[in-house]
């Protein structure tokens, strides 16, 4: 076969150049299914109204460069950043909520602070609304908040560290039911993709949804709705990798007569480490966000939250429990190029 396509080509080169013919970059089938493709997105577009978005988006860079008076993408955003900033950080609770105030003022600058403050109540005599000034004695934490939003987050991280684990876990030994070269058979091949495939398609919101009314509320959901879905990524990703491996050490070690667990564990595994570790820490650092969605439901960690506060309209709470999030993500991103830095 080699020889005739190596023949072919080389009689290619013998015609004269007013043969040679080249192949065009938009052929009339290029023309037309491009075409299809406009159509379609226009339909999709009027479906979708992305001409109000489009709209909203110009009304807000006219505003925005004072060539127009307002525009409501502008009104929500400046309402939402003058409760958002400045962020919170400390905690102030009334006294008459604290169970251990001796213990709490023990903590380091914990203060007791009272404040004027005026109710606003029905008379019962004239019927009338009357403010009633008085005083209200709040136990002060400077960094109460923030310490408690850290540990919010180190319980976010620590979901998606096992949620992780537990992938890693179960993708090692299923992916290679999945590789096409290391399957015991084609159909163990065909339902091990099908069942990967299957997790992936779970989104992790809809899992974690059903499985906080098997576990209750708190981490214990949100672990397994991560493993799952993670699950179905790794483990298509670690056998395809192992399909890609390099033939040449595999079958140098093959001819030796090992067992094809030998070469898996002798040739294929060290060759896509590599690969291995940066997939792990690239679901790791997935996780760490996708933990914080799946709390909106119940399923544990800063999301529960940040949905409580966000509800309260207390975004300057909103603001500080952001902030952490984008510092943790940052930080696990500088870390992972570290690791991966130090194994390629």
């Known amino acids: 076969m080699s020889v005739q396509v190596l023949g072919d080509r080389a009689g290619s080169h013998d015609r004269p150049p007013e043969a040679w013919r080249l192949k065009p970059v938009f052929d009339a089938r290029a023309v037309i299914l491009a075409g299809l493709a406009v159509v379609l997105l226009a339909f999709s577009a009027q479906r979708l109204d992305l001409g109000q978005m489009f709209s909203d988006v110009g009304s807000f860079i006219l505003a925005s460069a004072g060539l127009k008076e307002r525009s409501d993408i502008g009104d929500g955003l400046s309402g939402l950043s003058a409760g958002m900033f400045p962020i919170v950080i400390d905690e102030r609770t009334p006294v008459e909520f604290v169970d251990d105030l001796d213990a709490r003022l023990a903590a380091p600058f914990a203060r007791l602070e009272t404040v004027a403050t005026e109710e606003i109540a029905l008379d019962t005599n004239t019927l009338e609304m009357s403010g009633n000034v008085g005083e209200r004695t709040y136990l002060v934490e400077p960094a109460g908040y923030l310490l408690f939003v850290l540990l919010k987050m180190l319980e ?9 684990l537990f992938a890693v876990a179960v993708s090692l030994p299923l992916s290679v039911l999945c590789a096409r070269n290391y399957a015991p058979h084609v159909s163990i091949y065909g339902a091990g993709r099908t069942f990967v495939s299957f ?8 899992s974690a949804l059903f499985l906080v009314l098997a576990f209750g509320f708190g981490p214990i959901p949100g672990i397994v709705a991560l493993a799952i879905h993670s699950t179905g990524f790794l483990a298509k990703f670690f056998a395809e990798d ?19 667990f030998a070469v898996l564990r002798l040739a294929v595994l060290p060759s896509v480490l590599a690969s291995f570790t940066g997939l792990s820490l690239y679901i790791l650092d997935r996780n760490v966000r996708m933990a914080t969605v799946i709390g909106l439901v119940g399923a544990g960690g800063i999301g529960q939250e940040l949905k409580g506060r966000f509800d309260m309209f207390q975004y300057d709470r909103v603001g500080t429990l952001l902030l952490v999030i984008f510092l943790t993500v940052l930080l696990l991103d500088a ?3 570290r690791i991966r830095r130090r194994l390629i």
């Open 242 to 260: 192992i399909e890609a491996a390099d033939p040449r050490p595999q079958e140098a070690i093959a001819v030796t007569g090992a067992s094809r």
């Open 199 to 206: 997790l992936r398609s779970v989104p992790e919101l809809i």
């Open 156 to 164: 976010t991280f620590e979901i998606a560290a096992w949620a992780t």
């Open 335 to 337: 870390l992972s190029a």
